[in-house]
């Protein structure tokens, strides 16, 4: 047995996501104690199947066959089917894309099986795995376990920290090449969906100061922003800041805005509420400062600063010019 992770590639190109749900994945293994493997799919997947196998993988799949050279939920889901059934697999792990939610549903109908979507965190006890995913905008978080295999879930963008490869990682790589037939893959391929182009793609940034109510008022962003502007990060906020148009919309962080990865998040004047949390999880490292020493994001940071941010920000970016000069 074990646990596949299925990588997104677009036109040789992968989706970021994926090294998210290959995290994901290896807890999974782990907890199960079964080897973690991936598949990528194409026309010619080779070349992305050795450098996937640079990551800590027991084997990487190359799923081949020139009807997989565009995607189609037909070629996929009959390509994957044949994969899971030949390599025994227990859990299947994607990333929750667009794609992902187009034909993954239907292949774990295949199997008689639900799938389980937007996974932010995995829980295991005694040798049981349980998903958690969150209701009405994060307010509630639901508990999965998922009876019989494979299990199919997909894991929401943000919520796991990306997988590093390791320089001594050589991960197995083999060809597998599925019967498909053209007949039988009814729609036809046609331009990808793309997102409406945003000025600011917070989830590329690797530095971003956030800010919410503790700030107070429209005017005293300058603080904030020259902290920002100190470090060459990108400003980002909590949703109120976005709510009152201080900032424009596409620089909330947060369920009902963007999610981000950074290495290093700022969270200035931001109390913590779920709904935040949800969209900045994924942080490598959180910087918390906020005069409630029992503001939730406490629980959150990595380094937590209690004071005015009104003292310690402009404190910082003196430090910080300090150090660069």
């Known amino acids: 047995m074990s646990v596949l992770v299925v990588l997104e590639q677009n036109a040789g ?63 996929y889901t009959a390509a994957l089917e044949q994969l899971i059934k030949s390599a025994k697999t227990e859990a299947v792990v994607f990333p929750h894309t667009y794609q992902v939610r187009d034909y993954a549903p239907k292949l774990a109908t295949r199997f008689g099986q639900a799938f389980v979507s937007d996974v932010v965190d995995i829980k295991s006890e005694g040798g ?11 307010k509630l978080n639901a508990s999965v376990e998922v009876a019989g295999e494979p299990q199919f879930v997909s894991v929401q963008a943000g919520a796991f920290r990306t997988a590093d490869s390791a ?82 919309m596409e620089r909330q962080v947060g369920s009902s805005g963007q999610t981000v990865s950074p290495k290093v998040y700022f969270a200035i004047g931001i109390s913590g509420a779920i709904q935040h949390l949800v969209g ?8 918390a400062i906020n005069k409630d020493e029992n503001a939730p994001i406490f629980e959150t940071a990595d380094y937590g600063i209690v004071g ?3 003292e310690v920000v402009p404190a910082l970016v003196e430090a910080i010019k300090k150090a660069k000069a």
Not at 220 to 244: F, T, Y
């Open 308 to 310: 005015d941010l009104f």
């Open 280 to 287: 900045m999880k994924g942080s490598k490292m959180v910087v």
């Open 13 to 75: 190109k992968w989706n970021r996501m994926s090294f998210e749900a290959l995290a994901a994945g290896k807890t999974i293994a782990d907890a199960l104690s079964v080897p973690l493997h991936a598949a990528v799919l194409g026309s010619s997947a080779e070349a992305l199947a050795k450098e996937a196998a640079a990551y800590p993988l027991a084997k990487v799949f190359a799923v081949q066959h020139e009807l997989l050279a565009h995607y189609t939920p037909d070629g």
């Open 128 to 138: 049981k795995i349980s998903f958690i995913r969150q209701l009405f905008q994060g």
């Open 167 to 248: 320089a001594t990682a050589s991960a197995t790589v083999e060809t597998f090449s599925p019967q498909l037939d053209a007949a039988k893959i009814r729609s036809k391929p046609e331009d990808p969906f793309r997102e409406a182009q945003r000025s600011v793609d917070l989830s590329a940034a690797e530095l971003i100061v956030s800010v919410g109510r503790g700030i107070k008022e429209k005017d005293n962003l300058h603080v904030v922003e020259e902290l920002a502007q100190a470090l060459g990060a990108e400003l980002a906020a909590s949703r109120p800041i976005c709510d009152n148009g201080w900032l424009p």
